[in-house]
């Protein structure tokens, strides 16, 4: 089966531009997650979808952070504006977990994203 | 606090030995414990999940245990490689919604 693709790879972009990542999860997985990785530390969950509603975006700067998964596949992490604090790899994961938590996460390669 | 902890951010053993990582949490009751391989420049890859009521989970080289009363899992590499270097994440079940990962252990099994 095919994995989760992202895109794109790098982003390089100046502090207060705008930026999107997309994501294309792995075909018939329920869950889609997009996670923050800043170097040297674990993923940190920004927010889950379950088909295309929201289960959990607690974690979200919703200030500058926006997501939405259109039709329940297709997934856009936005930021705007940048800080230099959002530096990190943005990681994008999918699974056929739905109401228990059985089931192994499959995850994209991820964007690395640099703020000047 | 809730917090998940592993052991030394870097572990380095010699090839042909077992490499044991650890896992503490603090305030979570898992039902559920994964744990991933990442490698640099990719994402974390799923190697084993641990159900809270079992106490030992094997896959080939891998071992896992999981001990909710000291609230800890054990993750057991035998006959280490070192095409087994990589860094390693724990990841607890949160209240049955989503996980919460660790900070990771870089391993390095050296020839």
């Known amino acids: 089966e095919a994995g989760v693709a992202q895109s794109p790879r790098y982003k390089i972009i100046e502090k207060r531009q705008s930026v999107a990542f997309w994501c294309n999860p792995i075909?018939?997985?329920?869950?889609l997650y997009w996670y923050q990785q800043i170097l040297g530390q674990g993923p940190k969950l920004l927010i889950q979808f379950q088909n295309n509603g929201v289960v959990d975006d607690s974690q979200l700067p919703k200030d500058r952070f926006s997501a939405e998964r259109l039709k329940g596949v297709d997934s856009t992490l936005k930021i705007q504006p940048a800080k230099l604090e959002d530096s990190a790899v943005y990681l994008c994961?999918?699974?056929?977990?739905?109401?228990?938590?059985?089931?192994?996460?499959?995850f994209g390669d991820g964007t690395r994203l640099s703020i000047l | 606090s809730q917090k998940i902890e592993q052991n030394s951010e870097a572990l380095n053993i010699q090839e042909g030995k077992t490499a044991t990582l650890t896992c503490n949490y603090t305030n979570y009751s898992p039902a559920y414990l994964q744990w991933y391989r990442q490698d640099p420049g990719r994402g974390p890859v799923f190697l084993l999940l641990?159900?809270?009521?079992?106490k030992e989970k094997r896959k080939e080289r891998l071992k896992v245990t999981f001990d909710t009363t000291l609230k800890q899992s054990l993750f057991h590499i035998t006959a280490s490689q070192p095409a087994d270097s990589a860094t390693y994440l724990c990841a607890l079940d949160n209240y049955g919604q989503n996980f919460v990962f660790g900070p990771g252990t870089r391993l390095s099994v050296l020839p």
């Open positions: 075909s018939g997985h329920a869950t």
């Open positions: 994961a999918s699974s056929q977990a739905t109401w228990r938590n059985d089931q192994p996460q499959h």
């Open positions: 641990i159900r809270e009521n079992e």
